[in-house]
């Protein structure tokens, strides 16, 4: 059994087998030579697993970040958050973690902003004379705060996993988005004064004015789905599908950013981005479905209590655990196979799986951009078109950075649940 | 005939763009119509729930047809051509044999629906369509992953 469940997809995976196939492969095995289990159960979690109202949310929020990454909503954006920063030293930079967090309240997907907002900050920064491995870290570091802030679709994940709210979620990511938010902010304001560069500008309450005007109607979007979802007024499925509305609205008469043909594009590429989502949702679910069958999880949960953890223990063994694993998979897969066997570990030792699901994303938000392999170094220089090794080079600082976040996010529940109580 | 495939997925992509701008209207439409008119569309909810099962499926062979597949090739990138070319034959095999019993049972369960008659409680919608997504999107997948076989992509 553990040959079928776990060398199979092991070697698999190393080999470079697509991720689906890896699961449907170890699934297969499992059931025609392991388990006295009916063929039909293959289906019917392939399907069950996708027919979940929750998960509509997936490709509603895709498809409201692509249409909003498109055009000029990313550069009015900065506009306002440059007129806001600009006394600060180091404004271009603030510029950059303030800007990827509202992008972030806007889309669920971390890649998008690091091209969107890279692609207009860093010749910005280059030209302020910022070194070009700061910047280049700057931006890919940042974009990763995406999958924490909500909306986020990695929590839309977690949540239908682990069996969990999805506002609940949403409300605990919004203080540690915050937090890291602030602290690479104030890294890039004691970095600009060590080495001298950028001292910002003087305050320009007109330009602000105007700035604020001109983005207006992006910065609505956030505040229709977190205001809809927290009024109690839509679900986060219909908050999702209004963003959807709402941005093709936006970008269709007011910014004038997308033509008709091109709100049909984005909606293809939402398509392709939700396959290759969902189907690692659909076969993962039978994997975890064997193993829980196997009692796997249970027995888990019976040697760690024989281990005799603590929480705090246990929470630090989950985050060597979960940096490892985010460092080589994508958040998404990393969550659909571990999540069943986290969560019950987690529940058993009294930890709130909600601030769990936050702790879970920090680390998986880690891996996003830590050297070598993190997917946003790889999405930077192919949209920034810098070398790689100056991005690798950049990205340490922030590294820590985040690493002193998620110590705060773990050890400190209540920055995750103080929201909701 | 590969001109042929190649234009297939293009036109399931586009299809299925067209079923998610649906979904969304009709989730929407759902929102209007519980504050504007006190009353939802009976079994809208199911209908949003199978049109993403379709997307899932038939898209991953669309996908696919891309090798846009998330994979984990650290290792593999550094592969000499040899061994690359020993495990493009084993991904073949492992999607014909995988892959091929997910969708024979699939097709089996697809048939069961139909023999049953059953329908989805609210929209009364004939159970094998939703069901049959899974299938189609797996033999369109199998159908792929031969093509691109045959053309030396995968």
């Given at each position: 059994m553990s040959?079928?469940?776990?060398?199979?997809p092991g070697v698999l995976l190393l080999l470079?087998?697509?991720l689906y196939l890896v699961l449907l492969a170890a699934v297969s095995i499992a059931l025609v030579f392991f388990m006295n289990i009916p063929y039909?159960?293959?289906?019917?979690?392939?399907?069950g697993a996708i027919d979940v109202f929750a998960l509509l949310a997936v490709p509603f929020f895709i498809y409201a970040g692509e249409l909003m990454g498109r055009g000029s909503v990313a550069r009015r954006l900065v506009d306002l958050v440059q007129a806001g920063a600009g006394p600060l030293r180091g404004s271009l930079g603030v510029t950059t973690v303030g800007t990827s967090a509202i992008f972030g309240a806007i889309s669920g997907a971390s890649a998008a902003t690091v091209a969107t907002i890279g692609r207009i900050m860093v010749p910005e920064m280059q030209r302020a004379r910022y070194p070009d491995k700061f910047g280049a870290g700057l931006v890919t570091a940042v974009g990763a705060i995406d999958i924490?802030?909500?909306p986020s679709i990695p929590m839309i994940v977690y949540a239908a996993a682990a069996n969990e709210s999805v506002?609940?979620?949403y409300a605990a990511g919004v203080l540690p988005g915050l937090l890291i938010a602030a602290l690479l902010a104030a890294y890039v304001v004691f970095y600009a004064r060590r080495h001298g560069f950028d001292p910002g500008t003087r305050f320009d309450a007109p330009a602000l004015r105007r700035a604020l005007g001109r983005s207006v109607w992006a910065l609505g979007a956030?505040?229709?789905?977190?205001?809809g979802i927290y009024g109690g007024i839509f679900s986060p499925t219909e908050s999702a599908a209004v963003a959807c509305v709402y941005a093709?609205?936006?970008?269709?008469?007011?910014?004038?950013?997308v033509s008709w043909g091109e709100i049909v594009d984005c909606a293809a590429v939402t398509v392709r981005i939700t396959a290759q989502i969902f189907i690692i949702v659909a076969c993962a679910s039978v994997y975890a479905w064997l193993l829980t069958v196997q009692q796997v999880p249970q027995a888990l949960v019976a040697w760690v209590q024989q281990q005799q953890l603590g929480p705090l223990e246990i929470l630090a063994a989950a985050n060597l655990l979960l940096l490892a694993v985010g460092c080589f998979v994508d958040p998404l897969s990393a969550i659909l196979v571990l999540t069943p066997l986290l969560v019950p570990i987690v529940k058993a030792a009294g930890i709130d799986t909600v601030h769990f699901g936050v702790v879970m994303m920090v680390n998986l938000a880690i891996g996003l951009f830590t050297p070598p392999f993190g997917i946003n170094i790889f999405v930077a220089q192919s949209a920034l078109k810098l070398p790689v090794e100056t991005i690798y080079r950049g990205l340490w600082p922030f590294v820590l950075i985040y690493l002193a976040a998620l110590a705060l996010v773990t050890y400190v529940p209540s920055i995750s649940l103080f929201l909701w109580r | 005939m590969e001109r042929a495939l190649e234009r297939l997925m293009r036109a399931i992509e586009r299809i299925l763009a067209l079923v998610l701008l649906a979904t969304i209207a009709l989730n929407f439409a759902n929102v209007v119509g519980r504050y504007a008119f006190g009353r939802t569309i009976t079994g809208a909810d199911e209908l949003q729930t199978y049109a993403m099962v379709w997307i899932a499926f038939l898209g991953a062979a669309v996908v696919a047809g891309r090798g846009e597949h998330l994979r984990m090739d650290i290792l593999a990138r550094r592969f000499s051509s040899s061994t690359k070319g020993v495990m493009r034959i084993a991904e073949l095999a492992v999607i014909l044999a995988a892959g091929g019993f997910a969708l024979w049972q699939s097709v089996r369960y697809v048939e069961s629906m139909l023999r049953l008659g059953a329908n989805s409680p609210m929209a009364q919608v004939p159970m094998w369509m939703p069901h049959s997504g899974v299938a189609a999107g797996l033999a369109l997948l199998i159908l792929v992953a031969l093509w691109r076989f045959a053309r030396r992509e995968l």
């Open positions: 040959f079928a469940l776990g060398i199979v470079g087998f697509p039909a159960a293959l289906h019917q979690n392939l399907f924490i802030i909500p506002p609940r979620l956030p505040v229709i789905i977190l205001g093709a609205l936006v970008t269709r008469f007011v910014y004038r950013d | -």
